[in-house]
């Protein structure tokens, strides 16, 4: 049996502004990642990323400790400006790990957005619980990306 991760959150941004984030890889590179232990932010560097369904995307996060974690996939589905889905896997000494699936759901919501991040096919419980956190603080990121985005427009 697999195990699924769900997180919801409002976004005080419009669903548009809210993909947008997802559209170009240095703002990608904003708001990927979790923070160690300390709270300090990992830095993602985008490798390869083009929001195109069939397309490959990469990404390598630096811990503050200087350990690298690399994740790819392919863009599974995207439709602007409603929902993206992924493939996802760790890369571990050159070997992809299990891959599971990610979902993003762009939701009108009031004057913002009811974002819904699923994860989808872990291998167990213990595996899912394990990330939890990780996107918990990259959604926080993101949200705080989307207010510093909005703050440069006005």
Not at 65 to 78: I, K, M
Not at 96 to 118: M, Y
């Amino acid at each position: 049996m697999t195990a699924d991760l769900r997180i919801e959150r409002h976004i005080d941004q419009t669903p548009e502004s809210c993909f947008d984030l997802w559209t170009h890889p240095d703002q990608v590179a904003q708001w990927w990642g979790p923070k160690d232990y300390a709270g300090q932010p990992f830095k993602a560097r985008v490798e390869a990323w083009s929001l195109t369904a069939g397309e490959a995307w990469a990404i390598s996060m630096t811990a503050p400790d200087g350990t690298v974690f690399s994740q790819s996939g392919t863009f599974l589905e995207v439709e602007r400006p409603r929902m993206i889905r992924l493939s996802f896997a760790w890369l571990e000494n050159g070997q992809r790990g299990p891959e599971t699936e990610i979902r993003v759901a762009f939701n009108p919501d009031g004057n913002g957005t009811r974002l819904v991040f699923e994860q989808l096919g872990f291998a167990d419980t213990a595996t899912r619980d394990v990330h939890i956190q990780g996107w918990q603080e990259c959604l926080d990121r993101f949200a705080r990306a989307g207010l510093d985005l909005m703050q440069v427009r006005q």
